[in-house]
């Protein structure tokens, strides 16, 4: 962790020295460069240093306005452009006291930020294959990538030392699988340049992705964050990759979030609800927007912190399947995407981005798909000795792969769960068992290594759940 920080603060430096602009200058953050992405038909803001109280004139390619700013005391400035519908390339001209500068190759179109810890980083630099296969044939011009490096810092840096550059076998190969497939399926389906912004750290607690004032404001969050110790190969403390590798990108016009994290956070399951729905109200405050927030529910895995009678893994799902309360969210269910459940990094990383791009097609994109979603449990009645469940994100029907429906227990009075009989019945699931006259509870994939065979008929899998009856 010292390291890390000395790291962070030694790049600090070097930035102030690059970026810090002579009275003459206009200098911008790196997160705006040349083959950078802007939001289409959106009010972007942008931002940079030029000399204390000198005007700066900003015109961009595609307008013939002018926009006119004056640096502050702090040698600050901000203006928000227009952009208009997807195209480019661009160029946006600054000039300042006579000397010009400007960002090329920008393009319009739609940018997503990926974050988490490793299954959301993982690529061809972990030796995935998919990413192996794709790399050779990989160039795409309307794709652009920002890969940011991992940095921990103890305070909130305005810069960081990456920069946007285009989708090639070159640049591929440390970036996230899931951001680049994401792009690729979002850019074939709106056929417009996307931009991916990576910001991931493996291993990392949710703790360290959210502003260190939030958990330090609840009692709970912290006791749990303070359970965390310092590791040497990854930041730990509350706040630090928020900090250094997501308070750069504060205010730079997104599309929506991407999320891929909960590994680390099992031993503390219980909280992890409250913990996620406080990082999502918090991103959201600091870019002003309630911005789509789509992540995937961790998979089937052995994990040492759990018991037989404890199973955390399992308990941390339903405590990200609650987070779907939250306005604007949306969960990638991966249980049928894991060939080994002793591998904590399923290798199917394509697919799970073509998930999270088929939400956001028909949630954002107004693209019209049919139960694009996993089914989540909804509601259940009690018939006789029958258990009656309903889901949400299902209107074409459920379906079984095989004879019977697997890990699916149904307990009486005794508490005593056995194996459950089930039918399906269009989009509902009946549950019972011979020997239990009267049903108390109900359980379908809930183990941390469970791996259910029920779908909807779209091909997606059903989300844990247990029923208290």
Known sequence: MRKLFITSSFVFILLLCAY????????????FSDHMVLQRN?????????????????????????????????????????????????????????????????????????????????????????????????????????????????????????KWEMASSDRLKEFSAIGYFLAKKLNQELDVPIGIISASIGGTNAEVWMPKEVVESDPVLLADAKTFSPHRSRPTAIG???????????????????????????NNYKNYNRLMTALVNSWRKEWDAELPFYYVQIAPHIYKQSTPSEQKAS??????????????????????????????????????ANRLANIALAEVYGKKLQDYKSPVYKSHTVKGNEVVVEFDYVSNGLMMQGNTIKELFVAGADNVYKVADARIEGNKLVVYNATIKNPKSVKFSFSDVAIGNLFSKSGLPVAPFRIEL
């Open 42 to 162: 959106a009010e972007v803001k942008i931002w940079g240093w030029g000399g204390r109280g000198s005007q700066v004139w900003i015109l961009p390619g595609w307008s013939q306005d002018t926009v006119k700013v004056t640096c502050d005391g702090n040698a600050e400035w901000s203006a928000i452009l227009k952009t208009p519908q997807a195209g480019g390339p661009y160029e946006i001209k600054f000039v300042n006291r006579r000397i010009t500068s400007s960002i090329k190759d920008i393009l319009i179109g739609e940018v997503w930020l990926c974050s988490g810890q490793s299954n959301m980083e993982w690529g061809a630099q972990s030796k995935h294959q998919e990413m192996l296969d794709e790399i050779p044939h990989a160039n795409n011009k309307n794709i652009r990538l920002l890969h940011v490096n991992r940095i921990g810092a103890q305070v909130p840096q305005d810069n960081f030392i990456n």
């Open 240 to 266: 630090s990759s928020w900090n250094g590798m997501i308070h750069p990108l504060k205010g730079f016009t997104l599309a929506g979030f991407c999320w891929y994290q909960g590994e680390s956070n099992v």
């Open 315 to 352: 308990l941390l799902r339903e405590q990200q399947t609650a987070l779907l309360k939250l306005p604007k969210t949306a969960m990638v269910v991966v249980s049928d995407l894991v060939p080994d459940i002793k591998n904590i990094h399923p290798p199917y990383k394509k697919e799970v």
């Open 20 to 31: 810090m602009p002579t009275k003459s200058q206009v200098a911008l953050p790196s997160i």
